[in-house]
């Protein structure tokens, strides 16, 4: 009987860390995600003839917030 309750309170705190990690692998995919979109419209935008020169600062914004950043990016700029 031990052994039956030793291992449901392991496989439950085993399913806790797993969710513990799990939060943080989401959050890194979303500003990966983020990150691609922004950079290819920011892109797509100087393809338009926009004339945004593309900085460190502007790249960090526009990956950082997606689309609203290039959004924003572009409203500085003009």
Known sequence: MELVVAFAVG?????????????PMKLLWKMITNS???AVLLW?????GAGI???FLKALIAGLFGIPGVLIVVLMSL
Not at 11 to 23: E, Y
Not at 44 to 48: A, D, E, S, T
């Open 11 to 23: 496989l439950i705190v085993l399913c806790l860390i797993g969710k513990i990690v799990a939060l």
């Open 44 to 48: 797509v935008v100087n393809l338009f």
């Open 53 to 55: 020169q593309i900085t």
């Open 36 to 38: 691609i979109v922004g």
